[in-house]
């Protein structure tokens, strides 16, 4: 069995004080929840104060983001061994606004991912294909490339440590999710290709979460899907009430 895992990644949202507020609003509205693993990505400045607040609770700490290497003059990175020591346990690795904006590559990402898993950090590998690339009927062949390029040379072992998101660019902030049918069918293509790269065991353990849009009246179609093991939520994340709902109604289907 695999325990849903939603994320919530705030981007570029929230000052320490407004980060504390929707954390306490989150930790109040899904105290309950038992079978569902949550966890918060804030910015870094807001990664330490929210690790005080959740220490008590099953919420995770994730960041967005890490550099490859754990010191040394790269003004403006920052280490996984960093990430560390506020108490992330999750980071966020090559996600699509990076990949576009901040020339993120497979080769970034799989330097990333070896070195985030180093450190006892456990990677959300992000990967997902354009509009222009769906409608070439090329998505399999990016996702493909994205999975076989980011995981090159990960150990088996490690993968019970890994989180593959399949966010379609054409979904991400636009409103548009994946239908539960087009989602399955890259989700299983996923779990199919970590079956020929690693073995059986290594795949049916592979949590994947799907990203893009996902809100509280949409999350129950999706994650009703069989290979759709949790959501990496981006603008829902930011209200407490929506946040929780989506996770309310993930521990509702009874997956974990
Ligand atoms: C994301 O940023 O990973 C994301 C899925 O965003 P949104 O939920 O806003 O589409």
Not at 19 to 39: F, G, H, M, P, Q
Not at 86 to 94: D, F, L, P, R
Not at 167 to 178: C, D, F, M, R, Y
Not at 210 to 219: E, R
Request: hydrophobic residues 40%; aromatic residues 6%; charged residues 30%.
């Amino acid at each position: 069995m695999r325990i849903p895992i939603i994320a919530g990644n705030w981007k570029m949202h929230k000052t320490v004080d407004e980060s504390i507020e929707l954390t306490n609003a989150i930790k109040r509205s899904i105290y309950e929840i038992e079978d569902v693993e949550t966890v918060l990505c804030p910015p870094f400045t807001s990664l330490s104060d929210v690790n005080e607040m959740i220490m008590d609770t099953n919420i995770k700490l994730g960041a967005q983001n890490c550099y490859w290497l754990n010191e040394g003059a790269y003004t403006g990175e920052i280490a996984p061994k960093m990430l560390k020591s506020v108490g992330c346990a999750y980071v966020i690795i090559g996600h699509s606004e990076r990949r576009a904006m901040f020339g993120e590559t497979n080769e970034t990402v799989n330097k990333k991912i070896v070195a985030a898993l180093k450190e006892g950090l456990k990677p959300i590998m992000c990967v997902g294909e354009k509009l222009k690339e769906r409608e070439a009927n090329k998505t399999f062949d990016v996702i493909k490339d994205h999975v076989e390029g980011g995981l090159k040379g990960i150990a088996g072992e490690d993968m019970k440590n890994i989180v593959i998101a399949y966010e379609p660019v054409w979904a991400i902030g636009t409103g548009k999710i994946a239908t539960p049918k087009q989602a399955e069918e890259v989700h299983k293509f996923i779990r199919e290709l970590i079956l020929k790269m690693y073995d059986k065991s290594v795949a049916e353990a592979l949590r994947i979460q799907y990203g893009g849009s996902v809100k509280p009246d949409n999350v129950e179609g999706i994650m009703k899907e069989a290979d759709v093991d949790g959501a990496l939520v981006g603008g829902a994340s930011l209200k407490a009430d929506s946040f929780a709902d989506l996770i309310k109604k993930t521990n509702a289907l009874g997956k974990g």
